[in-house]
């Protein structure tokens, strides 16, 4: 099992910036890739941005190049920081992991609210 635990959701104004976290604990020797997807009001949920194991990271069209994913070293955090923030990027935001044998697990959500 793995446990993902999101933070750092807020209400900002419109371009302004944010840092998401995501603590992974449990098995984490299992994740391969770790991704942020969110969910508006009314919405169905979508895909942000992912990382592999490897590195390698990929980006929703509407996020690219304000939007930046990364892990820390020992693979335990997993960061969005997000920059010149819109009113169409509020929406609750969910850490996903997904392990070598194609498990996926998701954290709870935190609130991102781009308002003035």
């Known amino acids: 099992q793995v446990q993902l635990v999101e933070s750092g959701g807020d209400l900002v104004q419109p371009g302004g910036s944010l840092r998401l976290s995501c603590a992974a604990s449990g098995d984490i020797s299992r994740i391969n890739i770790m991704g942020w997807y969110r969910q508006a009001p009314g919405n169905e949920r979508e895909f942000v941005a992912s990382?592999?194991?490897?590195?390698?990271?990929r980006y929703a069209d509407s996020v690219k190049g304000r939007f930046t994913i990364s892990r820390d070293n020992a693979k335990t955090t997993l960061y969005l920081q997000m920059n010149t923030l819109k009113p169409e990027d509020t929406a609750v935001y969910y850490c996903?992991?997904?392990?070598?044998?194609?498990?996926?697990?998701w954290g709870q959500g935190t609130q991102v609210t781009v308002s003035s």
């Open positions: 990382i592999s194991s490897l590195g390698i990271t």
């Open positions: 996903k992991a997904t392990t070598w044998s194609l498990l996926v697990f």
